[in-house]
């Protein structure tokens, strides 16, 4: 009886994960959005947990699935403790924007200059889903005045 | 090692960087026109179909038709993760890539994982989805979101390491003549033939890793027909996790813990740790 799970299988599990994982480090390098880097990173967690457990399938132990749930603790425990991180440099800095924080990068590393002013703003129209322009509702009405009459 | 795979696989590499350069935002945030988003989706989608190509499918039909339909949407789906200019949409996108690797997690017999990646995932976007609607600007609001940090030389590193790995994996790969399962095979020989593939002799340091590895509570159920297994699916898995890796999960929880308490350090409101000393305080009397 040969198993299921053969060596040609274990090559492919090998290559979606390797995929995955450069997919993500691509995300990480080039995009500038905080929580977009805070999903490729996890991205690439993915990658690497597929590649432990299809290794761990194909030798027949659990090691490869003991490992991937060490993989997913940590990476919960990256998950609260980059949040909160990109919690307060929000607050900091109103922006998401990874360039902001350029003045912590290493001592003798240029500084990126952008030019902003090059970058085009799209245009979107308005779909169907916008709220309505509400016509105001007439002038305001008088307030009534109270008098106290006391006895 | 096949010539022709060689050449798919650079084609893998060349067409997958180059659509995903197109698909990338552009460097100083310029709008690139709906023909080279075109252009990029295509070569994506070949080199995503090449590289089904190189990948050998399963014996079943059912189990192979899933494996293309997991393995497939989660590389499109990551794709899009890194190339959505809205955050929203790579929250969602990503959750797609998570719900594929489930889905490849319960194909290569990890059940309970399968479950486990999706409930921590599942939180784990709720949670990102609201942050993008706390934090994020409107779409195609905020610069960053449409400039990318050189994506050109990004993309390449990226992919000169993918090819690395394709490469490495292409020339392991069965030669024709070869059963897939030959026993006489030792170039990545499985656990239980690990001591006759690579000729350790019983009484060494290495052989009793090999037996530690292989410990009947550390086995998975119906791989190996002559062999004992305790527990099938989440009991083995239990088993060995409170067995053989009971340490690991001790440290694991204090990882979680201080994780705990650290993220509740960071984030709560405190005022700054040098504050401007624009008028002294008034000295102690």
Known sequence: MTDAFTFDMLINYLMIGAALMVLGMVGFLARRNLIVMFLSAEMML???ALTLVAFGRYHGNWTGQVFTIVILTVAACEASIALALILILFNRKSSLDVTLWQEIREPGQPLTVDDPSQAEVEQFEDGPETYPHLTPAGIEPEHPTWTVHRN | MDIFEIVRAIAVIVLGASGTWLLLPHRHGRIKPARSTLVGVVLSGIAL??????????????????????????????????????????????????????GLFLLSGAQFLAAGTIIVYAGAIIVTFLFVIMLAQKEGRATYDRMARSPGRATATCFLLFWSLLYALIALKTPPGLKPDDATDSRLARGSNLLIAKGIAPNTPEASVVHRALSPTNRLPDIDPGTTALGRHVAGLGGTLYTDHLVTVELVGALLFAALIGAIAIATPKPPIRPVQSNPPPPAS
């Open chain 1, 46 to 48: 993915q990658g690497t």
């Open chain 2, 49 to 102: 179909i090449c590289l089904a190509t190189l990948w050998k499918p399963p014996t079943t039909f059912l189990a192979g038709a899933f494996f293309y339909l997991f393995a497939l949407s989660s590389l499109a789906g990551a794709v899009l993760t890194i190339t959505s200019r809205n955050p929203v949409y790579s929250a969602l996108w990503f959750a797609a890539v998570v719900l594929s690797t489930a």
